[in-house]
């Protein structure tokens, strides 16, 4: 642990600019826990933050990644010991903290989830912030009355992390799933993964009227701007939308409508602040009832540290499909 290497990013003359560098503990934010990473991941927030496609970094520099998992080398909280595998999601990790991309990684206590039994440390990362993401969206709504026989649960973003995850577990609770993609050459994919059927947004029409038809009885919604307006007008009466993303747009222009006729709830996803209770709550469900059973589909993709910065690019264009691994 004398020294390590981490990719950190950088603001040198007002540019962002992320490198390998060989750092110490004593170079990391402060924390309670040291853990070994094993693997971390890359989600878009992650390729906006190393890139400088967006403001996500409060200072600077910061080693980057929101998501880790690995074991305990030493630990002044008593709640963990050495040796004992866990994993940290979000939580301020490459925004006010030092994340996951590097060998050893400190953080505080409260953070540390220990590793649910029926998970490992790389179904974990395969997971990240992508999978709890979508397992908080899933169990925002059922808390809201979502339930399989109230009809078919559209995904929008769906080739994405958390629409790729979303769909397999949805469909692994019994719930008919639509999946909304950008993608044509993607319907394969989205079906193997649960889909019931797959509609292109090339073939939507979003309509204009305050209320369209009634479809779906929930959705999850990574995209916002027309997307999700179209969603809150098409939900059918007491449905949940969970909101969880902004990649098309984050403006929603909308009525009160859907809302006050329809009784549509309208569910903001953060991962990231969550408090530790329902945080362990949702794992264990992760592990449990809403495992996802195409982990093997939907995380094709591995790179080391080395590989690590010419990995962002496809996540900020848009073009990947699935979840990528970092081994570290």
Not at 149 to 157: A, S
């Amino acid at each position: 642990m004398n020294s390590f290497r981490a990719f950190r990013i950088h603001q040198d003359n007002g540019k962002i600019a992320g490198r390998i560098d060989t750092i110490s503990i004593d170079d990391l934010s402060p924390g309670e826990v040291v853990v070994k990473v094993a693997y971390s991941d890359i989600n878009y927030k992650d390729a906006l933050a190393a890139t400088g496609a967006g403001k996500i970094l409060r200072k600077y520099p910061l080693v980057g990644g929101i998501d880790f998992s690995g074991e305990v080398v030493t630990s002044s909280d008593e709640r963990f010991k050495v040796g004992q595998k866990v994993l940290v999601t979000g939580c301020g990790l490459s925004e006010t903290h030092d994340g996951g991309y590097a060998e050893y990684a400190r953080v505080q206590g409260d953070w540390v989830i220990p590793l649910p039994a029926g998970l490992d440390v790389k179904q974990a990362m395969l997971l990240g912030t992508a999978g709890f993401t979508a397992a908080l969206a899933i169990h925002r709504m059922e808390q809201n009355s979502l339930a399989p026989e109230q009809g078919e649960v559209l995904v929008n973003g769906a080739t994405g992390g958390v629409g790729s995850i979303a769909i397999n577990m949805l469909a692994g609770r019994g719930y008919e799933v639509v999946a909304l993609t950008g993608k044509p050459d993607s319907e394969a994919y989205l079906k193997q993964l649960g889909a019931k059927r797959v509609l292109l947004r090339s073939d939507v029409q979003f309509g204009t009227k305050p209320l369209e038809a009634m479809q779906w009885a929930g959705g999850v919604d990574s995209l916002g701007g027309d997307a999700l307006a179209w969603l809150t007008r098409t939900t059918k009466d007491w449905g949940s939308i969970a909101v969880i993303g902004m990649a098309s747009s984050m403006d929603l222009n909308t009525t009160v409508l859907p809302f006050i006729l329809r009784s549509v709830n309208l569910l903001g996803i953060n991962s990231v602040n969550l408090p530790r209770g329902p945080r362990l709550e949702v794992w264990q469900r992760i592990a449990t009832d809403l495992k996802p059973r195409h982990l093997d589909v939907i995380g094709t993709k591995t790179v080391t540290l080395d590989e690590l910065p010419q990995a962002f690019d496809g996540y900020v264009k848009g073009t990947i499909t699935g979840r990528t691994l970092v081994k570290l």
